[in-house]
């Protein structure tokens, strides 16, 4: 191909580098307003961690295994209204919404809050004036949420503080803080979790409601590739970004590893944000203090996933629910302690069944299981690789006091590690969130400008945060900013 003008390849309106949902959405809202546009790669399917992959019939969704609002005037709702794309997929809609299971207690989150608050009142009665209070404050704070980044009164006071302070102000029984410490969507220690996002999280999953896509998870990118290319997007696989290139400090274009230089007027990185800006660009390219507070930025947890192939229907063993959240004691803190410090540990693990909901995922009469449990990219004196049989076993064995005899129906079996998610995604540490939601970390997510013209990110990294619905969300600011909407 004959080189263009400056030695580019090929030119566009906007390249976006990465096929992740933040990504997707960022330039298919860019292409439906008439932009050229071109999405590159690295895998040879889009979706980032939102994925899915096929063994011997069984179809598993590789780290995403539900997402919220995706109807009813949520945050992904709206984002498939301004693309047009609200018929593309097809959401099954979960109920409950997840099962906690502790020692000799069962709790179910469903979409009205109210009865979780009178289930745990009816468990412990002598607290009924503290699960008043903490909800109370809960609901008042996810009120206030929307006035971001302006801080109210109320979100002032507890700004800095954890989860477990705003707990500890209302609630002394050991056991009913467990279990409100239960949900662990942040990929966080719960009780470590800033109070603010902790209430954001609790108030917007349990009202907007958990959904799975039919077809798997991988039918969300799907989705967004069609509606990008029927926009007159392109998306290119297999096509590795190493370097933005710049002409007096601003994006003109990117190259790719195989060495192919694409000019467009904006970029747009769903990359990590370490990667884009300290490698791509370059610290020398920044203003030192953005280095500096890239540096300081403290990244979320990854998690270690085994995938079950299995011709046992788990309900015929009592487990009738499609995600729950297994706890083998009261107190986990030790656990989380070891992670955190670059040790191996289990404090609860998860199991998803997706095929109660969508049968289809797997053979006749047979179903997918798959357990996973919250992990660190870096263990000392040891490596994932080598690691992977034993630690799979050790999950395994974990699910198997909640489904038992569920090691005699294997038919498939795979797994992934940290290494395996950030050899995949390309994200910092196999983060499954971007940025951890450590009360340091409140409102300290990237914004979608960068000190660069005209390079603006997309994603986890980013505001609002992690979760589907929230990258989906990133990736429509972001395009909006270019068009200057």
Known sequence: MAKGKKGFDEQYDAVVIGAGIGGLACATYLAKKGMRVKVLEQHYRPGGCCTSFVRDGFKFDAGVLHLTGAKESGA???????????????????????????????????????????????????????????????????????????????????????????????????KLKALVFANWDLWYPMWRCSAIDYAALLMTEQQRGYFYPKGGVQAIPDAFVRTLRRYGGEIEFGALVDRIILEKSEAIGVQTAQGKRIQAGNVVSNAAARSTLLYMIGEHNLPPDYV?????????????????????????????????????????????????????????????????????????????????????????????????????????????????GLSHHIVVQASASPWTYRRYTKNTHGAAEGWAFSPEMFLQRLPQKTPIENLYLAGHWTMPGGGVPSVALSGLRAARMILGE
């Open 76 to 174: 992904f709702q709206r984002v498939l209204s301004a693309l047009e794309m609200e018929d593309e997929i097809e959401f099954i809609e979960r109920f409950p919404l997840m099962r906690f299971i502790f020692p000799g207690l069962t709790l179910d989150m469903t979409r009205n809050v109210e009865d979780m608050i009178g289930r745990l009142k009816e468990m412990f009665p002598q607290e009924r004036d503290g699960i008043t209070g903490l909800f109370g404050t809960i609901r008042a704070m996810y009120q206030d949420i929307r006035l971001l980044p302006t801080l109210s009164p109320l979100l002032a006071q507890y700004k800095d503080k954890s989860y477990e302070q705003l707990v500890d102000e209302y609630i002394r029984e050991p």
């Open 292 to 404: 500096a507070n890239l540096d300081r930025l403290e990244v979320s947890l990854s998690a270690f996933y085994v995938y079950l192939g299995v011709d046992l229907d788990p309900r015929t063993v009592g487990v009738d629910a499609a995600e729950n959240i297994v706890y083998e004691s009261f107190d986990n803190r030790k656990e989380w302690e070891a992670i955190l410090s670059d040790e191996f540990a289990i404090p609860c693990i998860g199991i998803a069944i997706p095929t109660f909901e969508d049968p289809g995922l797997a053979p006749p009469g047979k179903h997918v299981v798959i357990i996973m449990c919250m992990a660190n990219y870096h263990w000392l004196g040891k490596d994932w690789d080598s690691q992977k049989q034993k630690v799979s076993q050790e999950l395994i064995g974990k699910a198997e006091k909640v489904i038992p």
